[in-house]
């Protein structure tokens, strides 16, 4: 089993910077992916960033530029960030830590991200 936990959104004002981060704990591997991922109200959850494989990048392109996500692993877990820079009200969701390894997914409960104009 995995435990996804999520931290670190709050308010923040536009142009304004924010760094999310994420430990995967239980019986991880390094070469799984792990990402985030955001939900805004009446919309579907959509991709933000992603390490496949353990180093490959994927950017959503409304964030390209903007985002860094990064990775470490150590002693028997695995941590995501996400360096959010140059904010934007439309960057405004609960976002969702993800690890997936072999098709199996896993959760965090989401982090609030406000960004006001």
């Known amino acids: 089993q995995v435990q996804v936990v999520e931290s670190g959104g709050g308010l923040v004002q536009a142009v304004g910077s924010l760094r999310l981060s994420c430990v995967a704990s239980g019986i991880v591997f390094s070469i799984s992916d792990m990402g985030w991922y955001r939900q805004a109200p009446g919309t579907q959850r959509e991709l933000v960033a992603t390490?496949?494989?353990?180093?490959?990048?994927?950017?959503a392109d409304s964030v390209k530029g903007r985002f860094t996500i990064s990775r470490e692993n150590a002693n028997a877990k695995s941590a995501v960030y996400l360096q959010m820079n140059g904010l934007k009200p439309e960057d405004t969701a609960v976002y969702y830590c993800n690890y997936n390894y072999r098709g199996t997914f896993y959760w965090g409960q989401g982090t609030q991200v406000t960004v006001s104009s």
């Open positions: 390490i496949i494989g353990g180093s490959r990048f994927r950017y």
